[in-house]
C-alpha cells in the first residue's frame, strides 16, 4: 500500500509540474505573439503542437491517477465489507498508537 502511496504521491507531483510546465509555455506564446521573424514562427508553431500534446498526455494521466485511485477505494471498501472485525482491529490499533505518540508529548 505504501508503494502506490508513493507512486501516486509521484504521478501528482508529475501532473502538478507538467500543468505549470504548459502555463509558462502559453504565457512564453502570448508574449512572443507580436513577433513574426522566421525562426520565431516555427518555434511558436512547434511549441503549440508540443503543448497539444502534453495536454493530452496530461488529461490520459489524470484520468489514470483517478482510475486507480477508485480502483483501491473499492477494494478498500471491499475489504472492509469481507472482513469488518478485521478492519475495526486495525482502525483501534492504529487510533491506539495515534494516542500513545500523541499522549507522549
Known sequence: MTDFADTAASREKL?????QV???????????????EGKVAELRVRMNENLRVA???LADAEAAIEAKTREVARATDDYVHENPWKAIGVG???????GLLIGRR
Open 92 to 98: 483501534a490499533g492504529i487510533g491506539l498508537v495515534v
Open 22 to 36: 504548459i502555463a509558462d509555455a502559453e504565457e512564453l506564446l502570448q508574449a512572443t505573439a507580436t513577433q513574426s
Open 55 to 57: 495536454r493530452n498526455k
Open 15 to 19: 501532473v502538478t509540474d507538467l500543468k
